[in-house]
């Protein structure tokens, strides 16, 4: 965070540990896969994933439910339960954090790596005060007196923007607003000045202005800290003002990576433009407008179509081959631009316009008319 001697200061040495070399990305997945037995077979919860975060990068990871972006993030932390089966590599300041023993991933836990959870008031214990799960956190991981730790506790609150910290730091969380214990959440996962910071959907339940405030911490501590943040969410909004890059996921697996440019204005994956076009518009006249629905449901993990995962969904897919016959491959369309798209190139020429509804309906009303004269047609 600040250096020494300055308000919200770490109390653990910061030189023990150098951060990596420039360029050097911080956390690497290379072919991460993570399936769960059931009587019925193995759930492929995660398929194949790889990337990378970089220094003071904040890595924005979106995709419907069940597309595996929470499942992937427990891998990186050890806290998938005993019966998932996980594979690849996670590669962190040198070391595969899928073969270290459990004793040497609790000292990451917190420290190196750290998570702000889905709910907040379920991350947070009732029976004790928000600061004393806190100073719980920084004693964890260092070797600190408990009146030191609590001061470290009202710094971070400080930090996060709680409002009389000096007071708040010994009330329970139910004494806490909504956000204030979303906020709360994220000075415990940042107690111990961790390098990577994976926020699980830090904005869920919460309204667009405390929504706003926790974005605006996350924001706030990126600066001071230049650390490194993996952002999953829902919200496209979200990403687009606060992610440097987006990962888009479906089905277990990426289907498309870029700058945030790149992915909201040259999407080049048709699960990408479907996502995009059914964000509701406000640059539009007609606010009885439908909005776009992409068709269908997510896929069982159980049993994934064949071929590309969503091309039971999608408006471009040409069946049966090759959509529905052969898993696109990852390729590159920009220098820092992947899709994976049997069309990528072709998509090049969609706008998210030309997937609104109104647009689909004027083409489907052109083709009847044309249908029409050629029926009339002697």
Partial sequence: MSTSGSP??????KGKVAPPPAGEPVLRLEDVHVSFPTDDGDVKAVDGVSYEVHRNEVLGVVGE????????????????PASAKVSGHIWFEGRDLLALPESELQKLRGGRISMVFQDALASLNPVFTVGSQIAEAVRAHQSVSRHEARERAVELLELVGIPSPKERVDQYPHEYSGGMRQRAVIAMALANDPIVLIADEPTTALDVTIQAQVLEVLERIQDRTSSSIVLITHDLGVVAGVADRVLVMYAGRRVEEGTVDEIFYEPQHPYTLGLLASLPRLDRSGG??????????????LRPPSGC????????ARLPEPCATEVPALRSVAADHVSACHFADSLRAVEVE???PEAWSRQAEEAAKEAAKEVEAP
């Fill in 65 to 80: 439910s069940g597309s595996g972006k929470s499942v992937t993030s427990m891998a990186i932390l050890g806290l998938l």
């Fill in 8 to 13: 919200g200061a770490p109390l653990q040495d």
């Fill in 354 to 356: 030309d997937l609104q």
């Fill in 288 to 301: 009885n407008t439908r909005l776009y629905r992409i068709k269908g449901q997510p896929p069982s993990l």
């Fill in 309 to 316: 995962a969503f091309h039971p969904r999608c408006d471009h």
